[in-house]
């Protein structure tokens, strides 16, 4: 923009008393100098022995507490390799380096910044965007480019029905979280008739409240309720007080954390209770619990990884136990399914390139879709359309402001407690 | 044909050439910027000329990108995909303009707004159609290599750019234009002497339109994937204010301007301040209209630095 300046300022000495046509000529040249430079302006060759990873992310917007947590994973995964001294290709090792641009929670920002990232910046491969929306137009960049794309946090199976070849993603389908979840209840509350649905109008959440109304038919429950809201919506009283009316068994809510924290408190204003409810994403959160307070109690929820599952990996985490204590260590927190994710993203983009021996694009894409590995996150191998299907995805529930795990048996910690007030 | 016509036109052509200079990310600013000027142009036939504020930019874009979006999955080809989309916003408006614009003001303000939230609502809740809240996919063009499909989108909206540049001079240069220019003035007067205000206020809402709506058809091919609150974006409404202003309400040329300076301004903050960008950005355009209330038209070394006495 200086430039942009100062050329003007120069070329209006010279052309003080030129007719009407200059005057415009000389406004459009500097303009169209800032399009060029801004365009061409290529970004510093990447150095000899660092490896590049594009991250675009919703830093600023409604979605900036997701940014920040696929952030400390990529930070945390950055962190250990280069401790470790790097990526080791072909007996040499590389440093890893991690490319941030914010995409203002604005899906057309994020396919602008992995073009940018891609084309300008050098990247070597790419994080997809956070959110299976975002995550699925920005892979329509970096498909048309063949650069390797390992999306952490895009579940719903209608981002990898395109036929790409170079998008894999860490979150197993969306019926993976709802089917275990319906048959515990079914079992375990038999009393359980009514379901009502409140979903989202998102890709996710409502992708994800099509799979439970599918669940829900398939056990034979009575589906009395299923609407969607509006993206932003902050008035949910008019549609909790039809449900409240309808007399549900079982209320399941689909949304991220500000909107089930919304929702949840407007439940308790008009005192709804009910044996069961269910609400995906947000009780994963340590925040949900800390803002919810009693009112998180008994919540269930499911998501597609917990901090007490016991896996012992080849990865550069190794065990659960590991990347949990380095997480802590690092953050003060617990870590949750986000932040693993996205560490477990850099972990698997590690092993392949290792295995690759290189950083050829189409190898390491051959390499990340052979891949068979135990890792911190669980069991990692992707099916042919790119998601993971290799997963157990936990089913817990809020108990004494701690998420208990309910499902699989194998890391069980508790039973399932009915009636949420 | 009057001078500043002329530069537009050159303007336009130097544009044109972006492809001998950048690669694919500049090509993408290019349609970026040509998306831009076509909205912010658009704008100006009823925002700049008649004088009224509106608020409806961005239902005509999404309007387009789903019309577009929702045929182009029916397998039609995309020329045809735009013209529909054109053609049917181009009536839709001036239709609603008929009864829109009877509202002065503020009010038509509001009720363009509302006109955005209308249609989101309406492709939100169509799930069968359009996807919903989910988004629609639009099948990937022949894979004919990177750089050739950016050139492609890049000329195909430098096009469209061209076609409302070449409109908005037809109006500007025509009775429409002299019309529309007496309604901005006097309403009331210019009906009394017998000029049918309702009909070149419809015809301009619906001009205003329909190259909004056959842009955001490009882009619903461009970007392969739309989802509401994408193509609704309130932010489409506002931006091409900005830059009419920033340019200099009225003048083609100027609004011209205003979109690539306000792409180039973005674009730049964009990359330098990854926290506080937006902040940046804000802080510039007020800067801007402070010290060029009238935009980019009325600078001139003089009043320049009067101006800067003055504040």
């Known amino acids: 923009m200086i430039f942009m300046f100062q050329s003007l300022a120069a070329m209006e000495k010279y052309s003080m008393n030129k007719s009407r046509v200059a005057r415009y000529a000389r406004l459009a040249a500097p303009l169209w100098a800032a399009a060029v430079l801004c365009?061409?302006?290529?970004?510093?060759?990447?150095?000899?022995?660092?490896?590049?990873?594009?991250?675009?992310?919703?830093?600023?917007?409604?979605?900036?507490?997701?940014?920040?947590?696929?952030?400390?994973?990529?930070?945390?995964?950055?962190?250990?390799?280069?401790?470790?001294?790097?990526?080791?290709?072909?007996?040499?090792k590389y440093k890893v380096e991690i490319v941030y641009a914010d995409y203002q929670s604005n899906t057309p920002r994020a396919v602008q910044a992995t073009e940018q990232m891609i084309s300008q910046d050098n990247v070597n491969f790419m994080f997809g965007a956070f959110g299976s929306g975002a995550a699925k137009a920005a892979s329509t960049v970096s498909e048309k480019y063949k650069v390797p794309t390992l999306a952490a946090t895009a579940s719903s199976v209608q981002v990898y029905d395109q036929g790409y070849k170079y998008l894999f993603g860490t979150f197993t389908p969306n019926d993976t979280l709802t089917t275990p979840l319906t048959q515990i209840i079914?079992?375990?509350?038999?009393?359980?008739?009514?379901?009502?649905?409140?979903?989202?109008?998102?890709?996710?959440?409502?992708?994800?409240?099509?799979?439970?109304?599918?669940?829900?038919?398939?056990?034979?429950?009575?589906?009395?309720?299923?609407?969607?809201?509006?993206?932003?919506?902050?008035?949910?009283?008019?549609?909790?007080?039809?449900?409240?009316?309808?007399?549900?068994?079982?209320?399941?809510?689909?949304?991220?954390?500000?909107?089930?924290?919304?929702?949840?408190?407007?439940?308790?204003?008009?005192?709804?209770?009910?044996?069961?409810?269910?609400?995906i994403a947000g009780p994963a959160y340590q925040e949900f619990i800390e803002s919810g307070g009693k009112t998180a109690e008994n919540i269930t929820s499911a998501s597609w990884w917990h901090p007490a599952e016991r896996y012992e990996g080849k990865d550069i985490f190794g065990s659960t136990e590991n990347f949990v204590k380095l997480f802590k260590a690092k953050y003060k927190s617990e870590p949750d399914y986000g932040q693993a994710s996205a560490a477990l993203c850099g972990a698997l983009f590690q092993m392949a390139i290792e295995k690759a021996g290189s950083l050829d694009r189409d190898k390491v894409r051959d390499e990340l879709a052979k891949l068979d590995v135990v890792t911190f996150f669980g069991p990692v191998r992707f099916g042919a359309n790119g998601q993971i299907n290799s997963l157990d995805p936990p089913v817990f529930q809020i108990q004494g402001a701690k998420p208990v795990v309910l499902f699989p048996e194998a890391i069980k910690q508790g039973d399932l407690k009915v009636g949420v007030n | 044909m009057t001078k500043s016509n002329i530069a537009l036109l050159v303007l336009l052509a130097v544009v044109a050439s972006l492809p001998l200079f950048g690669g694919a990310y500049a090509l993408r600013l290019g349609t970026i910027a040509c998306m831009y000027a076509i909205m912010a142009l658009s704008w100006n036939v009823v925002g700049g000329f008649a004088g009224y504020p509106s608020f409806a930019t961005a239902a005509f874009f999404g309007f387009g990108a789903y019309t577009a979006g929702v045929l182009l999955n029916k397998g039609l080809p995309l020329w045809l995909c735009v013209v529909i989309a054109a053609v049917t916003a181009l009536l839709i408006a001036a239709v609603l303009g008929a009864a829109l614009l009877r509202l002065r003001g503020h009010y038509f303000a509001i009720a363009s707004l509302s006109l955005v939230e209308v249609l989101r609502e309406l492709v939100n809740n169509a799930t069968d159609l359009t996807g919903g809240g989910m988004g629609l996919n639009i099948p990937l063009g022949s894979g004919s290599g990177v750089l050739a499909e950016a050139m492609f989108f890049?000329?195909?909206?430098?096009?469209?750019?061209?076609?409302?540049?070449?409109?908005?001079?037809?109006?500007?240069?025509?009775?429409?234009?002299?019309?529309?220019?007496?309604?901005?003035?006097?309403?009331?007067?210019?009906?009394?002497v017998g000029l049918n205000t309702t009909l070149y206020k419809s015809i301009a809402f619906g001009l205003s339109a329909c190259f909004v709506s056959a842009a955001g058809g490009v882009y619903a091919a461009w970007v392969h994937y739309i989802d509401p609150s994408d193509v609704f974006d309130i932010l489409y409404s506002v931006k091409p204010i900005v830059m009419a202003l920033m340019g200099g309400l009225g003048s083609p040329l100027g609004v011209a301007c205003g979109a690539f300076l306000y792409l180039g301004l973005e674009e730049v903050v964009w990359r330098n301040y990854i926290q506080i960008h937006t902040g940046v950005l804000g802080l510039i355009i007020v800067l801007l209209l402070l010290f060029l209330p009238h935009g980019l038209i009325s600078l001139r070394p003089a009043n320049l630095w009067r101006r800067v006495k003055h504040v």
């Not at chain 1, 060759?45 to 675009?56: K, L, M, N, T, W």
């Not at chain 1, 079992?187 to 359980?192: F, G, I, L, R, T």
């Not at chain 1, 949304?255 to 005192?271: F, S, T």
């Not at chain 2, 000329?155 to 540049?165: E, F, G, P, R």
């Open chain 1, 186 to 279: 079914k079992a375990k509350v038999p009393e359980v008739k009514k379901v009502a649905i409140l979903a989202r109008n998102d890709l996710f959440p409502l992708a994800i409240a099509q799979e439970m109304e599918k669940s829900a038919k398939a056990n034979g429950f009575d589906l009395v309720y299923f609407e969607k809201y509006a993206i932003g919506t902050l008035d949910h009283s008019a549609t909790l007080s039809q449900i409240k009316s309808l007399a549900p068994q079982w209320i399941f809510v689909t949304g991220y954390i500000n909107d089930l924290l919304l929702i949840r408190k407007q439940m308790v204003d008009q005192e709804m209770k009910a044996p069961i409810v269910t609400m």
């Open chain 2, 154 to 192: 890049f000329y195909a909206m430098w096009i469209l750019l061209l076609l409302t540049v070449l409109m908005v001079m037809a109006v500007a240069g025509s009775k429409l234009g002299f019309g529309l220019a007496c309604i901005r003035q006097n309403e009331t007067a210019s009906s009394m």
């Open chain 1, 39 to 92: 365009g061409a302006q290529t970004s510093n060759a990447s150095a000899e022995d660092v490896i590049r990873f594009g991250a675009p992310l919703p830093i600023t917007g409604p979605l900036a507490p997701e940014a920040i947590k696929q952030q400390q994973g990529y930070d945390l995964w950055a962190e250990e390799a280069n401790k470790a001294g790097g990526i080791s290709v072909g007996g040499k």
